[in-house]
C-alpha cells in the first residue's frame, strides 16, 4: 500500500507573517500530541458551536500555577457552565487573592526549604505566611456560614453552596471562584477535606461538634445537571476525584456527547488519571459515538493552547469583525 490518498505530514511554515489561525490548524498535520492537541481544539470549538453543556474538571495543581488565570477567564465569560475540582483547587485560588505564590526551581533540597517555611509545588514556592493570611480569611468564613446555614436555618451546607458562598466572600476579580459565584456557575467539591480547608474545618469543629457538610445532595445536582442537558461535553485536566465524579454523573444519560482529556498520565498501572476514553465507553460514562480525544502532556502548556486554539482566537475574530464593519 502507498497511502497516496491519506493526509500528508506537515507543520506550520513560518515563511511570511504568522497567521494565528493557520498556526494552529497546522497541529491537525504535524503527528503525535500535536495532532490530538489540533482535534481538541475542533472538538472544543464543536462544543461551543452547538451549545454543549461543558463540564470541567481540574486537579489542585492547576490552581498552583498560571493555569488559574485561564479559569478565571473561562468563567468571567461563560465559557463554561459546570466545575468539579478538589479542595485544593478552591483553597489555592483563594490564597492568590490574599498573597501571590512565585516561581522557584525543581531542584531546590527540601530540608532546605522546610527549615525556612517554604512549600513546593513542583518549581513553585508557597510560604508558609500564605496559609497565615488564608486562615484568618477562612476562620470568620466558617463562623459565619455555620451561623448562616446551621443555627438560622437549621440546615447542612452542601460543598456547591460553600464554593458559591467562598466565591462571594473573596470578592476578587482575579479569582474564578469569585466569578463562578458572580455568573452562578456551579463548583463542585467531593473532597472538601483533602487540604488545607480541610484542616482548618478540623480545628473549627473543636469548637462547633455539630458544624457537618452535605455531599449528598451535591451528587443529586450534579446528576440532574447531567440528565437534563441536551448534550454534555467533559473537558478534565489530570485525574482524581473530579475526572471521575463528571465521567460518573454522565453515566445516568448513557454517557457524554464530547470527551477532552489532558493529562501525562498513562493507562496501563488502571489508575483512574491515566484511564483513556475508551476505558470510560466500557462504562457507559461517555457515548460511543462521542467526539473525544485524549492528549498526552503538561496540561500547563497544552491548556492554554486548547484555549486560545479553540476559544480566544474566535471571540478576537468576532470583535475584529465587528469592529470593521
Not at 513560518?14 to 503525535?32: I, R
Not at 502548556?301 to 479553540?310: Q, Y
Amino acid at each position: 500500500m502507498t497511502l497516496d490518498d491519506w493526509e500528508p505530514v506537515k507543520g506550520y511554515d513560518f515563511e511570511g507573517t504568522f497567521d494565528a489561525t493557520k498556526f494552529f490548524e497546522s497541529f491537525l498535520t504535524t503527528g503525535f500530541q500535536a495532532t490530538d492537541l489540533g482535534r481538541a481544539i475542533q472538538i472544543l470549538k464543536e462544543m461551543k458551536e452547538n451549545n454543549v453543556k461543558i463540564f470541567f474538571g481540574f486537579t489542585s495543581n492547576m490552581a498552583s500555577c498560571g493555569v488559574r488565570d485561564i479559569i478565571t477567564y473561562l468563567c468571567k465569560h461563560k465559557l463554561i457552565d459546570i466545575i468539579v475540582t478538589t479542595i485544593g483547587g478552591v483553597e489555592e485560588d483563594i490564597i492568590k487573592t490574599l498573597k501571590p505564590f512565585v516561581l522557584g526551581s525543581y531542584e531546590t533540597p527540601g530540608k532546605f526549604l522546610r527549615d525556612r517555611g517554604i512549600n513546593r509545588t513542583g518549581n513553585i514556592f508557597i510560604p508558609n505566611d500564605r496559609y497565615l493570611y488564608f486562615e484568618r480569611f477562612m476562620n470568620p468564613f466558617l463562623e459565619r456560614i455555620y451561623q448562616d446555614y446551621q443555627i438560622k436555618q437549621s440546615r447542612i451546607i452542601t460543598t456547591r453552596e460553600f464554593c458559591y458562598e467562598i466565591g462571594k466572600e473573596t470578592n476578587n476579580e482575579e479569582s474564578f471562584m469569585y466569578w463562578a459565584y458572580k455568573n452562578d456557575i456551579p463548583v463542585f467539591c467531593p473532597a472538601p477535606t483533602d487540604g488545607s480547608i480541610g484542616d482548618m474545618i478540623c480545628f473549627f469543629k473543636y469548637r462547633h461538634k455539630d458544624f457537618k457538610m452535605d455531599l449528598t445532595d451535591d451528587i443529586v445536582d450534579l446528576t440532574n445537571m447531567a440528565l437534563n442537558a441536551e448534550k454534555t461535553g467533559i473537558i478534565s485536566i489530570g485525574g482524581s476525584v473530579p475526572k471521575h465524579h463528571i465521567a460518573n454523573a454522565n453515566l445516568f444519560r448513557d454517557g457524554a456527547d464530547y470527551a477532552i482529556y489532558l493529562t501525562t498520565a498513562a493507562e496501563y498501572e488502571g489508575s483512574n488519571a491515566g484511564a483513556n476514553i475508551e476505558e470510560a465507553i466500557s462504562w457507559g460514562k461517555v457515548k460511543d459515538t462521542a467526539k473525544r480525544v485524549k492528549v498526552v502532556g503538561d496540561a500547563s502548556i497544552t491548556f492554554p493552547l486548547l484555549i486560545a486554539g479553540a476559544l480566544k482566537l474566535d471571540v478576537d475574530l468576532e470583535k475584529e469583525e465587528k469592529t470593521m464593519r
